[in-house]
């Protein structure tokens, strides 16, 4: 299914975020992540299901002011 | 000693992370500035960058409490859901809340902020709210649960030091218990000792010292900065009279009667 990763369209096997994380090769990265602008924590990527079209925001750490 | 939240700080001088020229640099300016707080960001990050994660190791590296920030967050939603993700990340939860209203000028929308502020402190954020010197919002904020202030002194990277000394002034006098934190604006040492002698705890700073030709000698300047404000300020300054005061004895003038 395709998914919208970052703004930008990916085709993806995996229905669990986790699942799909690790096929984009997120791996064990220090990540936060948002569908569909709601957060999910990261114990919850195993049971969380993405549907076609859904919005996945990967975040990292960066500088901030 | 400067309390917030369950903090407790013997640094005025609270540092922004962005814009230095090299990780190193950064590094060696935390250290200059006697920072022990920083603040940081979420960004997008593409499967194939690790600078997120170097960023990050940097950062534990240097022992400082965290502070992430919201920045780009425009709406309520954007920014609730971006606390979220930074407290999972940074495993803190202090956020330094800013909902961005006008783009030119990164004014906080208020109103969005007030809500924003909120919904976190119900849900257990210790939040550090990026406002105006608006005594209303002020109210509004500490209402919602917030145990700290970060009026702006200018626009965020202007430079332009504290820019309404009425209002600062009258947020100073209005909540004389509240610990409050000078955040944007501010462009050399002197702004920031200034902030600290009008008896604000603490300011924050960024651009002015990341974008210095020599930032870590400026981290030092603006250390030494608020240690003089704060001194002062303790010192008790004098009040400003319109009219000159001879500071040499009257008394027994040579040449008079």
Redesign the interface.
Known sequence: MRILL??AWREIAGVELAAALEE???GE??????VN???V??SARARTALAEGDRV????????? | MLHIYQASLNSRLLL?????PSPAV?SQAVRAARAEVV???????????R???G??GL?RELGVLVL??T?GCHTV??AV??A???R???GTSWIKLEVIGEDDTLQPDVFGLTEAARILCQEGFEVFPYTTEDLVVADRLLAAGCGVLMPWGAP??SGRGLNNLFGLRALRAHFPGVPLIVD?GLGVPSHAAQALELGFDAV?I??AIAQARDPVQMAAAFAQAVEAGLAARLAGPIEPRDLAEPSTPVLGTAFRG
């Open positions: 970052n703004g984009l090769g997120y990265r220090v990540v936060a992540t948002a602008e709601e957060f924590a990261a925001e990967v975040l990292a750490p960066t500088q901030g002011g | 922004g992370t962005a814009r230095f950064l603040t940081v960001s979420l960004r997008r990050e593409s499967s194939g960058e600078s997120g994660q960023f990050w950062i992430p920030n920045a939603k954007e859901t971006t979220h993700m930074a999972e990340v940074f965020i990277g944007a924050l960024n651009t």
